[in-house]
């Protein structure tokens, strides 16, 4: 089993930044492919962001690249999503996320057995 805890929403006004972090636990050697998810209200669960656990290799949604950035701490066995540029479309509830592999399958919520609690990030016009 694994075990994951966001950390770090909250509210921010446009344009302003957070970082989401992902603390893992558990059989975690187990893990290659860790995730961010969000869901809005109303809304089903899209992909953001993934990276590769032991080789670092990421993936992006479009709705957010050049703004958010996936990484890893392997020392501390947490992944984090630095979010800038926040916009009021950014609102929702985010997840991480982490599976087995890292294969073609990573954007899909699916895909993945392990996640967190989910964490709320409002952003305010």
């Known amino acids: 089993q694994v075990q994951l805890v966001e950390s770090g929403g909250g509210l921010v006004q446009a344009g302003g930044s957070l970082r989401l972090s992902c603390a893992a636990s558990?059989?975690?050697?187990?893990?290659?492919?860790m995730g961010w998810f969000r869901q809005a209200p109303g809304k089903e669960r899209e992909f953001v962001a993934a990276?590769?656990?032991?080789?670092?290799?990421?993936d992006h949604a479009d709705s957010v690249k050049g703004r958010f950035t996936i990484s890893r701490d392997n020392a501390k066995n947490t992944f984090y999503l630095q979010m800038n540029g926040l916009k009021p479309e950014d609102t929702a509830v985010y997840y991480c996320?982490?599976?087995?592999?890292?294969?073609?399958?990573?954007?899909?919520?699916?895909?993945?057995?392990?996640w967190g609690q989910g964490t709320q990030v409002t952003v305010s016009s």
């Open positions: 990276i590769s656990w032991s080789g670092g290799t990421s």
């Open positions: 996320a982490g599976n087995y592999i890292w294969s073609s399958g990573r954007k899909d919520p699916g895909a993945y057995k392990y």
């Open positions: 558990g059989n975690i050697f187990s893990i290659n492919a």
